[in-house]
């Protein structure tokens, strides 16, 4: 089935350790993106690349980073995890940027940074 | 950052009711989308409206988009128990959320 694969489903990590979410879609969709979602606060943009070997800071992009190597693969890297950094982190791609190119989202990872 | 506020962020209602969520903010759109989401899963898109005025009905939802593309409802008719989860809006070309409402149709 078409569609996005996240993996971790969920991981608890220690304060200080890195961390690499792995994010593939086999869609060829040219736009990726990662959000984190918490209560009360919705979903907001951690980075995004539209294409292939660019990238892009969201609106809460520190202590993250992200590389887009490919089209398939968008993986989200946390180089000393903090306990804020606690969150279910989606990833999600589109064909491009416009209206009529809707978000296609993975099921999420579940992070705890203790 | 353009925000997006969504009212209201939690709403309970028997089923058959009828009830309206709203999305707000200061800025002007070029387009927003309404997802809905499940627990343990990521949000689906159920519609885009793009034009000022317009107005998009799915089964029993009805989507509206302000004039001034600043603000949209959602519209449930009847509401039934498959209808609960987390509505989100979404603008600015996927990069803004709204904070979501919670949604509980109670049977």
């Known amino acids: 089935i078409a569609g996005i694969t996240q993996a971790p489903t969920s991981q608890i990590l220690a304060a200080g350790r890195r961390m690499t979410l792995r994010c593939t879609q086999d869609?060829?969709?040219?736009?990726m993106y990662w959000y984190r979602q918490d209560l009360g606060l919705g979903l907001r943009l951690i980075h995004y690349?539209?294409?292939?070997?660019?990238?892009g800071k969201g609106e809460v992009p520190d202590g993250y980073s992200v590389s887009r190597a490919n089209t398939d693969d968008f993986p989200l890297t946390l180089a000393s995890a903090v306990p804020s950094q606690t969150s279910v982190y989606f990833c999600?791609?589109?064909?491009?940027?416009?209206?009529?190119?809707?978000?296609?989202f993975g099921n999420g990872t579940r992070l705890t940074v203790t | 950052t353009q925000l997006l506020e969504q009212s209201p962020q939690f709403l309970s209602i028997q089923e058959g009711e009828n009830l309206t969520v709203y999305c707000n903010s200061s800025?002007?759109?070029?387009?927003l989308q309404w997802y809905r989401q499940e627990p343990g899963e990521g949000p689906v898109l159920l519609v885009t409206?793009?034009?000022?005025?317009e107005v998009k009905k799915l089964k029993r939802l009805t989507f509206q988009f302000g004039d001034a593309r600043k603000d949209s409802s959602l519209h449930i008719t009847a509401a039934q128990p498959g209808d609960t989860g987390l509505y989100l809006c979404?603008?600015?070309?996927?990069?803004?959320f709204g904070t979501g409402t919670r949604l509980t149709i109670i049977p």
């Open positions: 999600a791609s589109s064909k491009g940027r416009s209206p009529n190119s809707p978000l296609h």
């Open positions: 869609m060829r969709h040219n736009a």
């Open positions: 690349s539209n294409t292939a070997g660019t990238t």
């Open positions: 800025s002007v759109f070029s387009s």
């Open positions: 409206v793009v034009t000022g005025g």
């Open positions: 979404s603008g600015n070309e996927k990069l803004t």
